[in-house]
Nanobody, 124 residues
């Protein structure tokens, strides 16, 4: 069992930056592949970025590549999402998620555990 708690969201102007954090409970965090998804109002939840359990491989959606960076600290049981050059279309609730079976999946239904989300609002 893994419990995830996101933080770091907020209101920022276009072009600004935030650092989102996802703190995990449990001693098996280092064995989970982690991901960030986001959901804007009246839109489906979409994949943003993922990082393999060891931290050595990452994957990004095309819409955020070059602007967002995912990282993890297994000693602190935390995964991060640095979001730079924010655009109004990045406005959404950002969720972290964990799975341990299938690295590389961008399908939200293959993730086993989810946090409650943190709101990111980008003003123009």
């Amino acid at each position: 069992q893994v419990q995830l708690v996101e933080s770091g969201g907020g209101l920022v102007q276009a072009g600004g930056s935030l650092r989102l954090s996802c703190a995990a409970s449990g001693r098996t965090f280092s064995s989970y592949n982690m991901a960030w998804f986001r959901q804007a109002p009246e839109k489906e939840r979409e994949f943003v970025a993922a990082i393999i359990w060891s931290g050595t491989i990452t994957d990004y959606a095309d819409s955020v590549k070059g602007r967002f960076t995912i990282s993890r600290d297994n000693a602190r049981n935390t995964v991060y999402l640095q979001v730079n050059s924010l655009k109004p279309e990045d406005t959404a609730i950002y969720y972290c998620a964990a799975e341990f079976r299938n690295w590389g999946s961008r399908n939200m239904y293959e993730y086993d555990y989810w946090g409650q989300g943190t709101q990111v609002t980008v003003s123009s």
